[in-house]
């Protein structure tokens, strides 16, 4: 059944996980992309319940998601996933979003380091040789995520972090930055364009009850944005968001 | 396979729905009830999509919830959901919810309007012959959703409708009223304590860009909340949860 040399996971757009224009948002597909990291990371033996049993655990570093065209309320979508690359502290994994027909509809690459609960540094991921077994050979389906410089720009929004943003580690859930940072844009911009590009920098967590800040300029290519840790402005991560002008 | 009188769907907790006691959020559990109770609309013939066809569709009134244990992350359970109930302007969907070992973990209780979309009146559901052969008997296995009184106290938010917060007709998301009340309670309240019971109202709809303040005050079983639309100060929805003392 699967002509393709990645293992794939389904899953249908719900209600509550499409927009005003009804179509899953990017928080939603980015909610999928990092669901079917989970479930193949368990498949390798590699999942973050195994991970941390050793005291260790994966840490997202990077992120970018292209976007063709945004499934559905209700549609049916698969979503493969495979470790592409391997360097001494950072390991890529990759996606490839296909609709029902097997058309490409979105991709991403995320980077990732494993580190050391108790030091928070990062391991050596050459010398595990299991982990290096589950490489596959696959071009990496978009442009690597970029490394973002900084935002200067406005402040769009202040908060604080709430119950519904966190985890059990009481640290921002990854999709909530997104989530923030889109909330501030202008409905138009939402409804008259369509995402094509994200790229996110994940620099420090941010936790529960901590005050937070977003910014906001206007880059060439896209609408940059920084979350800042408050009150010492500590950048907890950067994103750029790039649009297709007409939907 | 189901010696239950009514269907059942089944659900994993997934890490992106856990709080921070690593438990489902009420917001996880109360999607998917909605989600159970529009699968089974659409088995029995009544789903929103086929209603919105005829210019119909259903609007949620009241919602009651009893939680008797959280499931946790990762966690597989299943919700058999039913109509109940059948009057002329209100009919009950009711819900319990099993775990793997089919002991019930939680259990709901929902009233719904079926309304005209352009004259936004309720339709008669007592004359609806094909409806009314959904119903099941089995009793209600919670106690009423309570009509709430009058919420005064004390402001605890004041925020704008924003789009992580609507749906596809820019109405606020049913269980973004639960959020935005659980937001604004200290984190003790949610970590010491476990809810048991959740009693919710909606009133009046609330939309994309829109002002809303969330008010609180204890009552005398529980946290009293109404979220009210500004500047009118309308009343949108009024809820009381109620909680065990001790995990």
Redesign the interface.
Known sequence: MNEFPYPRYSYQV???E?????KA?I?TLG?CI??AA?EDADQIGFG??ELQRKNMTWVLSRMAVEVYRFPE??ERYTIGTWVGEISRLMTTRNFVVHDADDRRIAAASTCWAMIDMQSRLPLDLRENVDYNRALISEPCPVGKPLKIARVDGQLADDRRV???D?????HT?T?KYI?WM??T?P?ER?TEGQMKRLDINFIHETR??QQVQVYYEEGECGDRFEVRLMPEGTTACKAVFQWNKNR
Chains 1, 2 share one sequence.
């Open positions: 719900q209600p509550r499409v927009d005003l224009t009804k948002t928080f909610d990092l669901h989970g973050v319940r309320e209700y709430r119950y519904s966190v985890d059990f580690n009481q859930n999709m989530q889109i909330d844009l409905l939402l529960y009850g």
